[in-house]
């Protein structure tokens, strides 16, 4: 029997691994209204708050409100393949990504979607090419936006960041995706186990170094730039696609509104550029350091397919309470 002395951690570990799966989502589904779009044309009609309909243009134009893009679909697919292999299988992952892609790429809607290093990636995955060998060496932020779950699988960080680093290569192989994958899955765990914000960019910094350095410094960078205005921030780290851009922009939302995750995502969803993965990204950190309750009611009740996402990060989690009850 359970005794409430571990119950109550437990309840709030789980609400948290549930807050870090939604949070992804749904920064993902608000950021996707301004997806390609500069911040100084966002901010002229008023930050964007709440889920809608993207713009005619944006990638994601023909999305309904409250759904959410690639990033979110690729961050299940990782967590489903954690869950079925219990722990990561790079050719479980690697085989699901590409009937995924073959499947999005044939959608007229869904295409635009799948970024240009995802698409070349799924096309020789299903030509035929290995795993090892499929990844695209442009440096842009797709396997870092999808990266959260490892995080919440693994608890020990040389575990995540060995398991985060591999499973970026089926489709993006240059060093600082990498880098950026690993970042994303150390921020989760460390905000899951309570770090200071120093200390978890220090993590991350020091870990993702490994594989490209430039990246690691760019996230120490946006740590360092926390107490400066967002507009200043973002046109020094920048807001494209790319890794090196997209990875600092949202730990700095995240160190800067540390306290405050409301403000943080709201921030990232009208940063300009890549706001749907800067959004995705900052949602996890925040919802693996706060759990789903600081996020506003309207945002978990408007995004679509919220059960099936509650679901797997319910599984996931079940894979790790008995021993955390022990």
């Known amino acids: 029997m359970k005794s409430s002395a571990i119950k109550e951690p437990i309840k709030k570990l789980r609400n948290k691994y549930t807050g870090c799966m939604l949070g992804a989502a749904i920064g993902d589904a608000l950021g996707k209204q301004n997806e390609g779009l500069k911040r100084k044309d966002i901010l002229s009609k008023g930050y964007v708050k709440d889920y809608?309909?993207?713009?005619?243009?944006?990638?994601?134009?023909?999305?309904?409100?409250?759904?959410?893009?690639?990033?979110?679909?690729?961050?299940?697919?990782?967590?489903?393949s954690l869950i079925e292999c219990s722990g990561f299988d790079a050719a479980d992952f690697a085989a699901r990504i590409a009937r995924w892609g073959a499947d999005a790429l044939a959608d007229p809607v869904r295409k635009k979607l799948v970024g240009p290093s995802s698409s070349a990636a799924v096309s020789r995955l299903n030509s035929g090419v290995s795993w090892q060998e499929s990844g695209s060496i442009i440096p842009s932020c797709g396997s870092a936006m999808r990266a959260a779950p490892m995080g919440l699988f693994y608890s020990n960080l040389d575990e995540i960041e060995e398991k985060a680093a591999l499973s970026s290569i089926p489709t993006h192989n240059s060093s600082a995706a990498i880098a950026g994958a690993v970042a994303v899955g150390l921020g989760v765990r460390c905000a899951l186990d309570g770090m200071e914000c120093p200390k978890i960019i220090k993590e991350c910094f020091e870990r993702s170094s490994k594989y490209d350095e430039g990246l690691g410094k760019k996230i120490l960078y946006s740590f360092d730039m926390s107490d400066e205005e967002p507009d200043r921030a973002f046109e020094k780290l920048g807001t494209s696609y790319l890794v090196y851009e997209t990875v600092p922009s949202a730990f700095y939302c995240f160190s800067r509104y540390f306290d405050e995750p409301?403000?943080?995502?709201?921030?990232?969803?009208?940063?300009?550029?890549?706001?749907?993965?800067?959004?995705?990204?900052?949602?996890?950190?925040?919802?693996?350091?706060?759990?789903?309750?600081?996020f506003p009611e309207r945002w978990i009740k408007?995004?679509?397919?919220?059960?099936?996402?509650?679901?797997?990060?319910?599984?996931?989690?079940?894979?790790?309470?008995?021993s955390l009850e022990e």
Not at 62 to 77: A, K, P
Request: aromatic share 2%.
């Open 52 to 80: 809608g309909l993207a713009p005619a243009g944006c990638p994601g134009e023909n999305l309904r409100s409250g759904q959410f893009t690639d990033d979110t679909e690729q961050m299940i697919l990782l967590a489903q």
């Open 302 to 322: 408007g995004l679509e397919k919220r059960e099936r996402i509650e679901k797997i990060a319910e599984l996931i989690f079940k894979r790790i309470e008995e």
């Open 262 to 294: 409301e403000k943080a995502m709201i921030e990232a969803v009208n940063a300009g550029g890549d706001t749907d993965s800067i959004a995705c990204i900052t949602g996890a950190l925040c919802g693996a350091r706060h759990g789903m309750d600081v």
